[in-house]
């Protein structure tokens, strides 16, 4: 799953990744079911910041993707354009890379 929030020109892109105000879930997202890594990733030139996220099946993802939590983040007031889309996992090549380290199994 891939998030993008474009964020307006007026804000501050040096404190972004550690504002609670604009990224209102960045200490909730740690403890979500299924969450394996959340990666965030900034392109300060366009005032674009990504999440990249991997979930242990797409049951969790789905689950993710019916939450409170989900639905507040597109609904911020402080963010515009919010997109989300989900992809597969390619998992013979991410293997090959080491993408993955070990597949987590649910308890």
Same mark, same amino acid.
């Given at each position: 799953?891939?998030?993008a929030i474009p964020i307006p020109p007026a804000s501050?892109?040096?404190s972004l990744p550690s504002?609670?105000?604009t990224v209102p +879930?960045?200490?909730w997202s740690g403890a979500l079911?299924?969450?394996i890594s959340k990666v965030w990733l900034a392109d300060a030139t366009s005032n674009t910041f990504r999440s990249v996220y991997t979930w242990q099946d797409r049951a969790a993802y789905e689950a993710y993707?019916?939450?409170e939590l989900f639905k507040a983040v597109?609904? +911020?007031p402080n963010l515009s354009n919010v997109t989300s889309r989900g992809f597969e996992v390619m998992e013979e090549l991410t293997r090959q890379t080491r993408g993955l380290a070990a597949?987590?199994?649910a308890a």
């Open positions: 799953m891939s998030v501050s892109t040096a504002s609670q105000e +879930h960045a200490d079911p299924g969450l993707m019916r939450s597109g609904s +911020h597949r987590t199994v």
